[in-house]
């Protein structure tokens, strides 16, 4: 054969066979890694529903215990908790022993001790589940059925790295004025018939408090991450300046990825891959406001990125902010676990999965039907994003096989 025709014949193969990986990650079935993919998602259908009528009747152990002998380096939870449900009824039922000013950050938050010592941050609610929050895409309060939907969403992608939240109800005179250290207490006041306090953070006033319907306020608890888990602060390379005119280098220097891949935690080691797949799942739920991120204390990098604070979510159902999505456009990689996952969820699926999730929560309905509708029309915005970079770079530069597996201490 000709060297000519030998080259035509080279070029047809390797087009073949990268049109072949695209259609065997692409919700095909015929490779090895959609296999495993595919069976993972099965099990998170599986258990997705969840009982409100689950109780431990199994074991001597706490829900708290439990919950905490789950963490690992790179999952707060595993892929198969039969006894989920469980712990998030005990975090919305149980008895509430103490109760303070939320820890240090700008949004009003209580620090509550449930029986059994356990420590939950509790977020009070702001906004009817149809307000609209308008302004630049990190405006507005934390809202307290975004933590909630924002963990039911990280269980249906697999990714299992937010701790657990779940609604509550909680009686402001019965449950929390009468274990209230002084300086939460002191912040206590009345508009009307209702109960309302105000706590201490960087934008607490009193002028602003958020106030209970009568006594009972609706609100999320977040399980406090086990403190033999120390965590780590780090600024995250593609935050937000939040000074008019003055962007951050992301935001006019497409290269700057490049740069980014030579800073450690990112040029080694799972970490760019977790911030590519934080900037994915924080897209779908509108969270324009991780300017940091948590990892756990002394990991190498190899530690996940993990998904606290997602309230400033779901706060425009109308307003896709593509900005959010720079680490993927710019780094043009994403896991192929991830990729797998998204293509699974295309058609619906998404934001039917999350529904049938939310239904179990004790503030059912948690979000509006205009929220569940935009995650549907985001991720096709995603898997178009992610299929450019397969046409620009190549199937093989784009989707990253990377299933790091830590085992637990």
Same mark, same amino acid.
């Given at each position: ?8 014949? $080279?070029? @047809? *193969? %390797?087009?073949? +066979?990268?049109?072949?990986? &695209?259609?065997?990650? #692409?919700? !095909? ?54 006894? $989920?449900? @469980? *712990? %998030?009824?005990? +975090?919305?039922?149980?008895? &509430?022993?103490?109760? #303070?000013? !939320? ?97 201490k953070c960087y934008y607490c006033r009193e002028s602003e408090p958020a106030c209970a319907e009568g006594e009972i306020m609706e609100g999320s608890l977040t399980l406090w991450l086990p403190d033999v888990w120390p965590l780590q602060k780090h600024r995250h390379p ?172």
């Amino acid at each position: 054969m000709k060297l000519k025709q030998r080259m035509v014949v $080279l070029c @047809a *193969v %390797l087009l073949l +066979l990268g049109l072949a990986k &695209i259609f065997l990650l #692409d919700g !095909g079935e015929g490779s090895a890694a959609s296999r495993r993919d595919l069976r993972a998602f099965r099990k998170m259908e599986a258990g997705l529903a969840l009982s409100r009528s689950a109780r431990l009747t199994h074991t001597l152990q706490s829900p708290w215990e439990i919950a905490s002998q789950w963490v690992g380096p790179r999952e707060v939870y595993p892929e198969e908790t039969p006894e $989920l449900a @469980a *712990v %998030l009824i005990a +975090l919305s039922t149980s008895r &509430i022993e103490r109760a #303070d000013v !939320g820890y240090k950050g700008t949004q009003l938050k209580a620090l509550l001790v449930l029986d059994g010592g356990q420590k939950v941050v509790f977020k009070p609610k702001r906004y009817n589940r149809d307000y609209v929050v308008e302004g630049e895409p990190y405006a507005g309060y934390d809202r307290h059925n975004a933590e909630v939907a924002a963990f039911h969403l990280d269980r249906i992608l697999g990714f299992r790295r937010a701790p657990l939240v779940v609604g509550r109800f909680v009686n402001l005179r019965t449950e929390i004025k009468p274990v209230a250290a002084d300086q939460l207490l002191s912040t206590f006041l009345m508009q009307g018939n209702n109960t309302c306090f105000y706590g201490k953070c960087y934008y607490c006033r009193e002028s602003e408090p958020a106030c209970a319907e009568g006594e009972i306020m609706e609100g999320s608890l977040t399980l406090w991450l086990p403190d033999v888990w120390p965590l780590q602060k780090h600024r995250h390379p593609w935050g937000r300046t939040y000074r008019e005119g003055k962007l951050a280098r992301w935001e006019y220097d497409e290269s700057y990825c490049e740069a980014v891949k030579k800073m450690p935690p990112y040029d080694a080691g799972p970490r760019l891959l977790d911030v590519i797949d934080t900037a994915i799942f924080d897209y779908l739920i509108g969270n324009a406001d991780r300017h940091h991120y948590e990892s756990f204390q002394d990991d190498g990098g190899a530690s996940m990125l993990i998904l606290l604070d997602n309230a400033k979510s779901f706060g425009n159902a109308a307003l896709d902010e593509r900005s959010i999505l720079a680490p993927l456009y710019q780094c043009c990689m994403v896991r192929v676990s991830t990729w797998n996952r998204l293509n699974l969820l295309r058609s619906g699926e998404l934001s039917s999965a999350l529904r049938q999730a939310l239904a179990f929560d004790p503030i059912h309905p948690v979000l509006a039907e205009t929220h569940l509708a935009a995650l549907d029309r985001r991720l096709s915005g995603i898997i178009a994003t992610v299929k450019q970079c397969m046409e620009s770079q190549g199937p093989d530069n784009t989707l990253i096989e990377d299933r790091m597996n830590l085992p637990h201490p």
